[in-house]
Each structure stands twice: as structure tokens, then as C-alpha cells.
């Protein structure tokens, strides 16, 4: 059965760093895709960034683009968002959800999520 | 980017009643090399984290009871849920997969009548 935690939230002032976290278990997880979503608060959801497990190719929204980056390590069985220079519309829920299909990254899995609050 | 359109942005249904929403694309998620469309359907409930119903527009996950179908093609696709059950009370997202960024709609919410 395929795991996702996330850790790794918290509350962190406008222009501050935090580090995302989510332990995979499992599954074979150096050849799944995966991906960061977030949700605001009472809002939807919103596709942040995903990583191949093949060639470990890196794709994100224009909004985090060069502040976030997606990286994984495959020996730790773990996905990581380094998110840097955040914002206040940055604050939601982070869920990392898996991709099986190589094929075609439908988010099969999906962790609980952490919550990040960038406030003052 | 692809933008992605549900509606309504929320509907009451009566218990055993049939639930239709649309999700319009602002391109063609089908692909003609392998006519597939890139198009998934989620259902979120409260407190939890959204949940794969359907992928390739009309592909169920393992598990996910038949009263939950897809259809569509190109830029126009349906979630039907034939006869509205009670833990079906949810919110839906559909989602492009094809290009990045991989867009959601808006959600729609479903109600009991």
C-alpha cells in the first residue's frame, strides 16, 4: 500500500526559507513520478511542481518558479520542496501525491498534507 | 497555461438522484499519437485529502464504485455519479495532466437535497 507523509510546516515570516518533506513507503518509489499540491485555506487546489523518477526532470508553476525547488533522493525514499523567499499567498496546505503511471502523472496517492503560514 | 472550467460551481442533489458536472478545457487534452485524454477526476472531502476517482477521462481507480463514470473528449468532459449516495457529499476537481502546469478546475461542490 502506497505511504506519503509530509512534514516539515510550519509558520515562517514573509521572505523566509522551510523545507518540505514526504517519506514514501510502499512502492518502488525511485521509478514514480511525484508532485507537490496546495490548497489555501477554503480555496482549491493548485499543481505547485513535479519530478520524474526516470531522468529526475523538474517542472513547476510560473508563481514558484525560482523560489521553490522539487528534489528527491531516491536511497531515503523521500520528496522534498525547499521553498524559499515565500509569500504571504504562499500559506496552504502542501499534499505530495504519487504518479505509477509513467505514462501519464494522475496523482494516484496522496499524503494528509502540511499546513505552511507565511505571516508576520 | 490550460486553463480548466467546472460547473455548476455547486449542486443539491437528492439521495439516489443522478449528479452531473462538466469540466471544459481551454485546449484539446487529447493526444492523437495515442488518442488518449489527459483528464482526471477527483472527489476531496472535508478535513481530507483529495482521493483519484478517474483517469484517462473515463478510467476508474481500482476500488471506486461503478456509480462514478467519465466522459468527454478534447476540451468538454462529464463526472456523473448515476445514484447520489450520502458519503458521496464531497467536493470534485477535475484535473489536466498533459502539460504543465497541470491545471485544476475550480471544484464543485456536491450537497444532499
Known amino acids: 500500500e502506497v505511504q506519503l507523509l509530509e512534514s516539515g510546516g510550519g509558520l515562517v515570516q514573509p521572505g523566509g526559507s522551510l523545507r518540505l518533506s514526504c517519506a514514501a513507503s510502499g512502492f518502488t518509489f525511485s521509478t514514480y513520478a511525484m508532485s507537490w499540491v496546495r490548497q489555501a485555506p477554503g480555496k482549491g487546489l493548485e499543481w505547485v511542481s513535479a519530478i520524474s523518477g526516470r531522468d529526475g526532470g523538474t517542472y513547476y508553476t510560473d508563481s514558484v518558479k525560482g523560489r521553490f525547488t522539487i528534489s528527491r533522493d531516491n536511497s531515503k525514499n523521500t520528496l522534498y520542496l525547499q521553498m524559499d523567499s515565500l509569500r504571504a499567498e504562499d500559506t496552504a496546505v502542501y499534499y505530495c501525491a504519487s504518479h505509477e503511471d509513467s505514462s501519464g502523472w494522475y496523482a494516484d496517492s496522496w499524503g494528509q498534507g502540511t499546513l505552511v503560514t507565511v505571516s508576520s | ?113
Open chain 2, 1 to 113: 497555461d490550460i486553463v480548466m472550467t467546472q460547473s455548476p460551481d455547486s449542486l443539491a442533489v437528492s439521495l439516489g438522484e443522478r449528479a452531473t458536472i462538466s469540466c471544459k478545457s481551454s485546449q484539446s487534452v487529447l493526444y492523437s499519437s495515442n488518442n488518449k485524454n489527459y483528464l482526471a477526476w477527483y472527489q476531496q472531502k472535508p478535513g481530507q485529502p483529495p482521493k483519484l476517482l478517474l483517469y484517462w477521462a473515463s478510467t476508474r481507480k481500482s476500488g471506486v464504485p461503478d456509480r462514478f463514470s467519465g466522459s468527454g473528449s478534447g476540451t468538454d468532459f462529464t463526472l456523473t455519479i448515476s445514484s447520489l449516495q450520502a458519503e458521496d457529499v464531497a467536493v470534485y476537481y477535475c484535473q489536466q495532466y498533459c502539460c504543465t502546469p497541470r491545471t485544476f478546475g475550480q471544484g464543485t461542490k456536491v450537497e444532499i437535497k
